[in-house]
Structures are given as C-alpha cells and as structure tokens.
C-alpha cells in the first residue's frame, strides 16, 4: 500500500470506484432473470493494493459472495471482475476489500452506492440493477423545456372569460403570495406557444413539457374540472393537436402533465358524487357515508384525493380503450408521455399503500399504447424506493440534485428578502462545501439503478420553486447549468430560465415571458444553454458516461464522465480557488483532450515539473476538456 489509508478514506478520488454505467456493468441495460452479468470495480493503481475482493449479493435476501478476477489494468488503474446474476427483478450487490495495513495485519472496506465505508453498511444503499424494463434512448437522452402555458406566449386570439380568472396585462406583476395567486390570468395559450417552438429549437430542447392544458378554476390547472377535453382557454383540442404536429415536424416531443393524486373540486367526477351517497363515481374519492365529507390533497378542499383502491377508476384512468391516461398519446394529439403529479402521494392514503402498484400499471398501460414513451414522477423528496424500475422510468425530483446544488451555489442570505427553501423552515439555503454536495448526491441517489438515474429530470428550478438566479451567487446559475447538462440525467429548463429570470417561490417564478423586454432579464443565458445542449449531444459520455468525482473540496468540484467514445472532464468553480494539485488523483485523470467549453471566470489546467495536475480559480467558472477512453470490455 503506496497513500496512507486516511487519505484514501477521506479523499474520494482515491477510493475504489463503482457505478451501474456500462463502463462497470457488461450484460446490456435490461437484463433478465436468470442472467449473469459481469461487474468490475475499478481501483487506483499504486494507491491500495487489495489482496482480495469479494462481490457482496442478495440472492432471495440473502446475501451471497464471490471473489472478483484481477483483470489486466492500464498502469494507473487495476480492476476486478465477478459475475453477477440477476435473481431478483432488482439485483442489489456491493464490494468487499480486503488490504494489508501498515502494521501488517489484514483490514476491509465496503463500497457501495452512497461511497466508501471503514464499517459494515445497511443493505438499502447497495447498487442496484433492474430488469426487464429498459428506459428508452429518447428518454435517456433528451433536453427538457418546461412551458407554464398560460405565462409562455400569447396569440392575441381572443378569449373565454371565467369567474376564477383576473385579467392580466402580459407585463403586470405577478402576485407572489395571496388571493390572487392563482387567479391571474395572462392569456397564454398553446398557439402562442406554437410561434415559439423554434426558440426551443435554438436552446438546443429536445422536449417540450406542458404543465396541465385540462379546464380547471385556476391559472395552474393542477385543480382539473375534467380530462376529456383541453380548455378553451388555450384553444381547446384543436391547438393542442396542432402544436404536437408543428412539433413533431421540428423533431421535438411533448409531453403532458397529468394528476392521478387528485382532481379539482371542480371535476364531473367529484360533482356527481359529491353529497350524493351511492354515486356512482363516489369509490373514485375518500368519502365519508354520506358523501358529504372526503379527503383533499394536504386538506386543500379544491383539490379532492383520489381512491386508488377503486376498480371502476383504474379502468377510466388507466385501463380503457378511452382512459384518461392513454387516450392523449394516441391520434389525433400523439402526445408523448407524461409527467406525473405528486406521483410520490399517488395511490398513498393512511394504510392505503398502492403507489407501486398504480405506476406498474401506468408503465404496462403506456407501453401497450404508445410503446416507447415517457412517464416520469414528480416527487418532492427521497423517491429512491418509488422507482424500483418497473413503473415510472424515473423521477422529477429535487433532492439528491436541485436542492445540494442550490446550497453549494448559495449567496448569503438578505434579512430583507424572502427566504425559500424548498418549504424548509429556514430563510434561505444554507451554504455547504463541495465534498457536502457531492456526498448529499452520492447518498440521496443511491437507491437508484443507472437506468433510473439517466431518466430523472435534473431541474435547477420548476414552476413549483423560486429561481436558482434569486438564490444563488451572481454567476452561480450558469455554473448550475454546467452541473445540469454534465450530470447523469435529464437536463429539465425551466421557462425563462434562459433570461435569467427571478421569482423569490414558486408562484412569483411564473413570470410570463418578456421576449420583447430585455430589461426585465437578469442575463441573457441564451447562448450558454444553446453551447450546452450542443456539448452534450455531441459527447456520448455527458448523456450515459459514468460519474467518478475527482476532487471535491470548497470551491472546487471535478469529475469525470466516462465512455468508451471519449469521456469528458468537468472542473466547476464557485469562487477563487487558489493553486491546487490534483496530487495522485492526476492519474486518475489520464491524459487530456482539446478544451471543449468554458463558462465565466474558468478554471485553469496546468502540470507541475512532476507531472502533477494543478488548477486553480479566479471566481465563478466551469471548464470541460476531453479526456482518452476508458478501458472497453474484453
């Protein structure tokens, strides 16, 4: 053993690395039971010289170990292979290794998903792999933006008027907290949103993402007055088949947003049963006896929970020829998928757990009517246990992205601003260090298989948050943006986004749209996010390359993603980062390619006479450089 082994448990570029990328799993990304896949772990030459290591599986919950083949190496790297068998729908495994302390008695160290361990680790952070169920490529490579119709663009076509609504000029300000919240109404519909479909184009997009087009009483729609039929409001279904095609003929794919948690008040479903005990709709809710009381969405009595333990609504929601959630992906709308809301409450309720159960059914649904789509999840926090792999493809999530970004990024807090942190009861994020982030990450995406992990969409801000620009450090979105485009995962671009807009919380981040106002920009991000897109379309390692982290410390975070095409390295700095040498990791690193991008005040590169890898930083910037292929399978 060359490094003193505190410096290898503490610094995670020289620990043993592991991840579900093809890079470390041969077997294909679907495998099926019975299979026997071949799993490597990849460990720093001339760092830790193992003298055995072991592939830790549970076999029917029991645990199972086999001793990994040293394989042939690239004289900085040594790995080890073992021979994994798919026995369960989602196989969990880690590794043991054993090594020759410095006083000459024999020590172990557990890898797993969440990181390196001196100690014996709990099964639920294992690896995982899933089978059967494979995340289409699309998915896995797309570019998401997020459209809040009714802030996005206005035809100028003239519209219905509702009791719910406030007319709104497009440059009124928009009501952050109160009454009026979700009652103004600026009159953006689906064909303004069509004359703007090349913009998407431009940023490099790849998917348009709706939130609601249903009829409800409100500007957000999450509160649905019913499923047959898009509102008037935006141009009914006319526009909305109108606007897949003109997006389909760009070569981009639309995809909806759909609630199975509840509906509005308003719903025919809930008016029909709603104080009239019997109704036939009356099991698609949580009534009481006499249907005068029912269960609400966090007790918003405008948003009634549906029953997920009714047979009649699995067969209008899911089941039907005509159900809600397939009758939009065929003709004539050919919508692409769905995004699902609150789908971490959905079919959850007291004892009631059918939250598995009812995303299973959603995936085989979908699957047999329009093969290939897309159904993510939105879940407000840890949603590793909800993806198991066989029902939603993956998350729209914030906790083991968005919200360590947000707080890595975060600028001091103002007493005289308002404080939003993702709901927490605190005034603002509060900062953490880079080896913070990364260990948040690692931690909260353990429970993740790779398939999941590439089709979670990685926000740095929704409709339903503040702006990262109102939170961060100046500079500190686009740095955030770098993260977005070179983590494993869906890029998801909020609206205005690109404008670098503001919005202290959710409500006050719908901004509608100022195309024609650059004043009212916070900086234009239009050619990074374009320069973004393009790096990551035309660098395979960026969309499924594994993720080693190189060096985490302060102000600087540096990774590495890995392909056999080429793999890409990626330095972010948050602030001034004085002279430092990436010491052993440099190996680590290999050697290095062109510069293929840098942002703000970028890092710079250099080698000491000793070959060693310095960087060092004058204030917020990224830099990516390519970086020679890893070793392929043999």
């Known amino acids: 053993m060359v490094t003193a082994m505190h410096s290898i ?19 294909g990304s679907a495998p099926v039971l019975g299979q026997e896949l071949r799993v490597r772990l990849r460990v ?35 790995f080890f292979e073992a021979p994994l068998r798919m026995v369960n729908p989602v196989q969990r495994y880690r590794w043991l290794v054993s090594y020759r302390a410095a006083e000459g008695t024999v020590d172990y160290r557990w890898l797993n998903a969440a990181g390196w361990h001196t100690r014996d680790v709990p099964d639920i952070q294992d690896f995982r792999i899933h089978g059967d169920f494979a995340t289409p ?20 076509s003239e519209k219905p008027t509702a009791e719910w609504m406030i007319s709104c000029a497009w440059d009124t300000p928009v009501q952050g907290r109160g009454e009026q919240t979700s009652r103004q109404f600026y009159g953006g519909d689906l064909a303004g949103i069509e004359s703007k479909l090349d913009h998407l184009l431009d940023l490099g997009a790849t998917i348009l ?64 049963a709603h104080n009239r005990p019997g109704a036939a709709t009356g099991e698609y809710y949580y009534f009481n006896e006499d249907n005068s009381q029912y269960e609400a969405w966090l007790g918003v009595p405008s948003l009634p929970k549906l029953n997920w333990n009714s047979a009649a609504l699995r067969e209008r929601f899911i089941l039907d020829d005509d159900a809600v959630a397939v009758r939009w992906l065929k003709e004539p709308f050919n919508l692409d998928g769905w995004r699902i809301d609150v789908g971490n409450m959905t079919g959850r309720h ?97 429970g993740y298989s790779w398939e999941v992990r590439l089709a979670n969409a990685n926000a740095l801000d929704t409709h339903d948050t503040a702006r990262a620009a109102s939170h961060m450090i100046a500079g500190g979105q686009e740095i955030a943006a770098c993260a977005q485009f070179s983590f494993p995962g869906i890029p998801l671009v909020f609206a205005g986004d690109e404008f670098g807009l503001h919005g202290y919380n959710g409500e006050d981040s719908r901004t509608p749209m100022p195309w024609e106002q650059p004043e009212k920009w916070g900086s234009d ?10 790096l990551r379309k035309a660098r395979r390692a960026l969309v499924d390359g594994s993720l080693r982290f190189i060096h985490a410390e302060k102000d600087l975070l540096v ?4 392909h056999e095409s080429g793999s890409v390295l990626c330095l972010l700095a948050r602030g001034p980062v004085p002279e430092t040498s990436m010491g052993a990791a440099t190996r680590l690193v290999g050697e290095l390619g062109a510069e293929l991008m840098s942002v703000g005040i970028s890092p710079r590169l250099s080698t000491n006479a000793e070959g060693k890898l310095l960087v060092s930083a004058e204030g917020p910037g990224a830099l990516f450089h390519h970086a020679l292929a890893v070793p392929t399978w043999g």
Do not use: C
């Not at 570019?143 to 996005?152: E, G, K, S």
């Open 9 to 27: 448990d503490s610094l995670v570029a020289l620990q043993p690395h592991h991840d579900g990328s093809p890079v470390y799993v041969a077997g």
């Open 44 to 78: 720093p030459a001339g760092i830790l010289e193992p003298e055995a290591v072991w592939l830790r599986s549970l076999e029917d919950g029991e645990p199972r170990f086999a001793e990994a083949n040293r394989m042939a190496g690239d004289g900085s790297q040594l």
């Open 137 to 156: 490529h699309w998915v896995k490579e797309s570019i998401m933006y997020q459209v809040f119709p009714d802030r996005f663009a206005n035809s100028g």
């Open 209 to 272: 993402y709706l939130t609601p087009v249903f009829p409800a009483a409100s500007n957000h729609r999450y509160d649905a007055s019913s499923f047959d039929e898009v509102d008037p409001l935006l141009g009914g279904d006319a526009a909305l088949i109108s606007l897949i095609a003109a997006a389909h003929a760009r070569g981009l794919r639309v995809v909806g947003d759909l609630t199975s948690n509840h509906t509005g008040a308003g719903h025919q479903w809930f008016t029909a």
């Open 350 to 446: 007291g004892a009631d757990e059918l939250n598995h159960e009812v995303a299973r059914m959603l995936r085989r649904r979908i699957e047999q009517v329009r093969p290939g789509a897309m159904l993510l999840a939105e879940s407000t926090s840890d949603a590793s246990n909800d993806v198991p792999g066989d029902g939603w493809q993956g998350v729209v999530s914030y906790s083991n992205f968005t919200r360590p970004l947000w707080q890595w990024l975060a600028k001091d807090p103002d007493p005289e601003a308002f404080g939003w942190f993702f709901g927490l009861p605190q005034a603002g994020p509060v900062r953490i260090e880079a080896g913070d982030f990364v260990a948040t990450h690692r931690e909260m995406s353990a």
């Open 525 to 534: 991000l239009r050619p990074l996010y374009t320069q973004l897109a393009e």
């Open 559 to 562: 990774y590495i993603r890995e």
